[in-house]
């Protein structure tokens, strides 16, 4: 399958500061990437969708100023935490879209851990 | 809210078929049914999907009901490294691969 690799694979910071999260498709060009976030023994939760050339989609309750995205790319998403503080100590995980001539399907990055002292 | 209902826990003996049940009974007809997995702190894992007929491939086979209300995943001999918890997704086709994931199947592969 297709290959999607994320940077750092963790991350410790100080709180106040802002920390970058880089997402690459290796293999394939990706229109379309997804961030999602998933805290200890929960589900993956969408945040948001990543379009390339465009501003990214959020999901309710997400701060759009507070979870900046960039598609510059077609191989490159970035997710910048702003601010963090530690309750965004978090499994971050990025995906990206493969279409085919009749379906698509979504490969995930291996994610980064935040943690936010 | 996630569309599917997957019991929160199963365990398997190494080597038997692993049988995963997955209920989607609001599915729409041009939604497909997908299946991930997620071993402890990795990101998920594409096994497999489908639209309306079964569907084979190296990892797994899916059975969809005819009805489309479920569906069951079938790991044919499970092994110890196939314990993870499993996702069940429908998804509309040509969205954009908008996945909204539930809280899976933990499936345990015991010796």
């Known amino acids: 399958g297709a290959v999607v690799s994320q940077h750092p694979s963790r991350v410790i910071c100080k709180s106040g500061t802002s920390v970058k999260i880089e997402c690459r498709s290796l293999?394939?060009?990706?229109?379309?990437m997804f961030w999602y976030r998933q805290f200890p023994k929960k589900s993956l939760m969408l945040m948001a969708t990543?379009?390339?050339?465009?501003?990214?989609?959020?999901e309710q309750g997400v701060e759009k100023d507070k979870f900046l995205i960039n598609h510059a790319s077609l191989t490159l998403s970035t997710l910048t935490v702003t601010s963090a503080h530690p309750e965004d100590s978090s499994f971050y995980i990025c995906s990206a879209t493969v279409f085919g001539e009749s379906q698509e399907t979504q490969y995930f990055g291996p994610g980064t851990r935040l943690l936010v002292l | 809210d996630a569309k599917t209902t997957q019991p929160p826990s199963m365990d398997c003996a190494e080597g038997r078929a692993a049988n995963l049940p997955c209920n989607h009974s609001?599915?729409?007809?041009?939604?497909?049914v997908y299946w991930y997995r997620q071993i402890h702190s990795q990101g998920p894992q594409y096994i497999i999907h489908g639209l309306k007929n079964n569907e084979t491939n190296e990892m797994a086979s899916l059975i969809i009901t005819e009805d489309r209300k479920s569906s069951t995943l079938i790991l044919p001999h499970a092994t110890l490294r196939d314990t993870a918890v499993y996702y069940c997704?429908?998804?509309?086709?040509?969205?954009?691969?908008?996945?909204?994931f539930g809280q899976g199947t933990e499936l345990s592969v015991k010796p």
């Open positions: 293999d394939f060009q990706a229109t379309t």
């Open positions: 997704i429908v998804s509309i086709y040509n969205q954009g691969g908008k996945l909204i």
């Open positions: 990543s379009n390339e050339g465009s501003k990214a989609t959020y």
């Open positions: 609001t599915i729409s007809g041009n939604e497909y």
